[in-house]
């Protein structure tokens, strides 16, 4: 069964850091994991996805130096580290998987479309 869940959001002052987590199950270790955000009134984006064989990660460029994907197996957790944020980055951050594939779908990594699994979302509030 495929299960995400996220936590570790929150507010911070900008320049600030926070770790996002994303349990997940024994299963959905084995997929590529994906993060994405949604500020208010925009729409969801890609913010960063790591495979399953090789760790491979990607990032879009609006956050690209300042977060950083891991994964930890023995913990089946999957994590976003964000430095140096900025009020931009607020938003509800979700983790997702499409359940199937090992790896990020290439340059394509943050197409929405591709993920049909979700956690439930964790605010990040930056205030400056």
């Known amino acids: 069964q495929v299960q995400l869940v996220e936590s570790g959001g929150g507010p911070v002052q900008s320049g600030g850091s926070l770790r996002l987590s994303c349990a997940v199950s024994?299963?959905?270790?084995?997929?590529?994991i994906a993060w994405f955000r949604q500020a208010p009134e925009k729409e969801r984006e890609g913010i960063s996805c790591?495979?399953?064989?090789?760790?491979?990660?990607y990032y879009a460029d609006s956050v690209k130096g300042r977060f950083t994907i891991s994964r930890d197996w023995r913990k089946n957790m999957v994590y976003l580290q964000m430095k140096d944020l900025k009020p931009e980055d607020t938003a509800v951050y979700y983790c997702?998987?499409?359940?199937?594939?090992?790896?990020?779908?290439?340059?394509?990594?943050?197409?929405?479309?591709?993920?049909?699994?979700w956690g439930q979302g964790t605010q990040v509030t930056v205030s400056s």
């Open positions: 997702a998987t499409d359940g199937v594939s090992p790896y990020c779908f290439g340059s394509a990594w943050s197409r929405i479309t591709y993920y049909d699994s």
């Open positions: 790591i495979g399953s064989t090789d760790d491979s990660a």
């Open positions: 024994t299963l959905t270790m084995n997929y590529a």
